[in-house]
Every structure is written in structure tokens, then in C-alpha cells.
């Protein structure tokens, strides 16, 4: 194993020292419990937005930390899950009295402790809703959840309910934002090689070197198959057909494309997928109105990539419009 990194333990603590020390005007980092919060929260009269999941997936969670998305993160060891006292603590530091708002990927260990937290928090007398996503159209059941994962559509629903929620929208209203984000994002992802977690020291899972595996999730989970690797443009069939046919999605929609990194993959060759996925779309009437291209939900080191097709209307689009200002996105502020 070869990392940028001092003692394996040390991985997430020392990462979230540095993304303080890089970024003291949008957030800071607490310690005991651990979490990342807003630097000028809580904001009153705004709802709080309180996401988290395991390290490794950075940017995401703690990289959007910022105006116009999160109020805080909590950040897990590598791969695994935050606890409820961390989620605890965060939900206090961003309420601001109008509540706050989980956004919560569909895997067990997230689900059971931000449910507990979110218990925890109403005995507390704050208001506490959840949307949890779940938008992998690869697998039913995985190694971590039950139903289906939730991965890139994440990213847009905390983009998305941030704008909501500095609108002033109510937590009700900035919850049915998240929900219809859910509802009409799809994802898949691929790998052409595992990621290595530091405290393991080799490979997740073994992929020969002239291997993909289609399907995969991220933390290594497998995916539907394992073929010999694919030129780019069918590499997209391979993904966009199962993302197309789920919801459905259908000629004269618009849509949000996003291609996404796994963490080791070049953005040459995230472009070039990026082309691919708008030549498969424009044959099936399908209309790209934004896009998001980039390493914004990775998996450590994994060379591969995802597609998320979120279909928009007007509100939606305005949202995504709509000014935003963290360490790993930043528009219009």
C-alpha cells in the first residue's frame, strides 16, 4: 500500500485538521463528539441540513459544509458509519429553531444511528425530519443496506434542499424537496479497480487488470457483473440504459447529468464519458440542461466512475441555480 498519509489511525483526524485549516472561513471542525459544522452557525429562523456517512468518500460530506448546502457533517471512520452522539451534536450546533433536516444514503448503519439520533434530538425538543436516498439502480440488496444504495443523487439533494432551506423554507416544504430529488435521480457506478482502505492495507476485492466490474457500490460492494474492460461508449450503455429505463426516463425530459469519480480516474477520461453519456442521451430525445462533472462522492482511491440523471423541472432547476459556496462546490457567491 502506497498513501499520502502518516499512521493509518490517524487518516480522518488529520484529513479534518487540514480541511479546517484550509477553509476557516466556511466551516470548522469539533472534536468530542466529532462533526463539521458551518462557521456562522446556527442561523436563526433557518433550517439546519445534517448529512454524514463514512470517510473516504470525500468531497462528500464534510467538503459541503458551507452557504447554499450542509449546516454540518459527521464524519465516520473510513467506511463506516457516524454514531448517534455525533449526529447528536451536530443536529444542537445548526438548530436555529425552525429544525433540522437529515439527508441520509440508504445504508443500515447510517439508517439505524441517524434514526437514533434523530430520537435522541426530539426529546430534546428539536424538530427532526429525514430523507434518505436510495437511487442505485445496480442492486436491490447489498453487503451494507437493504434496498437499493444511496450514492450520487446525495450530492444533488444536499445542493438542491441547502437552497431550499436559505430560502427560509419550512422543514416540511425543504424535506419535500429532498424527497422529489430522490424520486427522480438514478445512478450507477463502475469500477476498473478496488480502493485500498488504509487501516487494511490491500485491496477491497480482487479485479484482474483487464477486468470492470459494472454495478459496483461504493465501498466495494460488488456490482451486477464482472466483464473484460469496455471502450468509454459502451461503458455507458452499460450504465445510462438501466439508469433510463428505472424511473423512467423519457423523450423531451430534462435533465441534470452528472459523471462522477470514484477517486482515481483522470478528468480526461471523466469528459470523455461525459460525451458519451450526451451522445446516448440526444438519440433518446433526452435533453442535458446542467451538469456536474467531477470527483464529488469518491471511494478513496478506486479507479472508475458513476452517472446520476436527475430529472428537472423549473423549481428544481432554480434550486440547483441557486448560490453556493463550500470547499468542494461553489457557484454564483
Request: proline letters at 6%; one cysteine or more.
Given at each position: ?5 502518516n499512521?493509518?489511525?490517524h487518516?480522518?483526524?488529520?484529513a ?5 485549516a ?12 466529532r ?7 446556527p442561523?436563526?429562523?433557518?433550517v ?17 459544509v458551507?452557504?447554499g448546502?450542509?449546516?454540518?457533517a459527521c ?13 447528536l ?6 438548530d436555529?429553531?425552525a429544525?433540522?433536516?437529515y439527508i441520509v ?9 441517524f434514526r437514533?439520533a ?18 442505485d439502480?445496480?442492486?436491490r440488496d447489498?453487503?451494507y443496506?437493504?434496498?437499493r444504495r ?7 439533494a444536499?445542493k438542491i ?7 427560509r423554507r ?9 424527497r422529489?430529488v ?8 463502475m ?5 485500498t ?16 466490474e ?6 466495494g460492494e460488488?456490482?451486477?457483473e ?7 461508449r459502451?461503458v455507458?450503455?452499460?450504465?445510462a ?6 424511473l423512467?426516463?423519457r ?5 441534470l ?5 470514484m ?16 451522445r ?13 462533472i467531477?470527483p464529488?462522492i ?9 452517472i446520476t440523471l ?13 448560490p453556493v459556496?463550500t ?7
Amino acid at each position: 500500500m502506497k498513501k499520502l498519509i502518516n499512521r493509518p489511525e490517524h487518516v480522518v483526524v488529520q484529513a479534518l485538521a487540514g480541511l479546517a485549516a484550509a477553509h476557516p472561513d466556511h466551516l470548522r471542525v469539533r472534536t468530542g463528539p466529532r462533526y463539521v459544522v458551518r462557521a456562522d452557525a446556527p442561523a436563526p429562523g433557518k433550517v439546519g441540513l445534517v448529512s454524514g456517512g463514512g470517510s473516504g468518500h470525500e468531497p462528500m460530506h464534510g467538503g459541503f459544509v458551507g452557504m447554499g448546502m450542509l449546516d454540518a457533517a459527521c464524519p465516520g471512520e473510513v467506511f463506516t458509519s457516524p454514531t448517534p452522539i455525533q449526529i447528536l451534536a451536530a443536529t444542537k450546533a445548526v438548530d436555529g429553531g425552525a429544525g433540522v433536516l437529515y439527508i441520509v444514503k440508504n445504508y443500515t448503519g447510517d439508517i439505524l444511528n441517524f434514526r437514533m439520533a434523530a430520537e435522541l434530538a426530539k426529546a430534546e425538543n428539536i424538530d427532526v425530519e429525514a430523507v434518505v436516498i436510495d437511487d442505485d439502480v445496480a442492486v436491490r440488496d447489498s453487503l451494507y443496506t437493504a434496498g437499493r444504495r444511496g450514492v450520487g443523487t446525495t450530492v444533488l439533494a444536499e445542493k438542491i434542499c441547502g437552497a431550499a432551506a436559505e430560502q427560509r423554507r419550512s422543514l416540511r416544504e425543504v424535506a419535500e424537496v429532498g424527497r422529489a430529488v430522490n424520486a427522480s435521480g438514478r445512478s450507477m457506478g463502475m469500477a476498473l479497480s478496488s480502493c485500498t482502505v488504509p487501516a487494511a492495507g490491500q485491496p477491497t476485492f480482487d479485479l484482474g487488470p483487464a477486468d470492470m466490474e459494472i454495478g459496483v457500490g461504493i465501498h466495494g460492494e460488488p456490482g451486477r457483473e464482472r466483464l473484460v474492460t469496455a471502450p468509454a461508449r459502451d461503458v455507458v450503455l452499460m450504465l445510462a440504459t438501466p439508469i433510463v429505463a428505472d424511473l423512467p426516463f423519457r423523450a423531451g425530459d430534462k435533465v441534470l447529468a452528472f459523471v462522477n469519480g470514484m477517486g482515481g480516474t483522470p478528468l480526461i477520461e471523466l469528459y470523455i464519458i461525459y460525451h458519451e453519456l450526451g451522445r446516448f442521451l440526444l438519440e433518446r430525445g433526452i435533453q442535458v440542461t446542467r451538469n456536474l462533472i467531477g470527483p464529488y462522492i469518491t471511494s478513496l482511491d478506486m479507479q472508475g466512475c458513476s452517472i446520476t440523471l436527475l430529472k428537472l423541472d423549473d423549481e428544481l432547476t432554480s434550486l440547483w441555480d441557486a448560490p453556493v459556496n463550500t470547499p468542494g462546490l461553489r457557484w454564483g457567491a
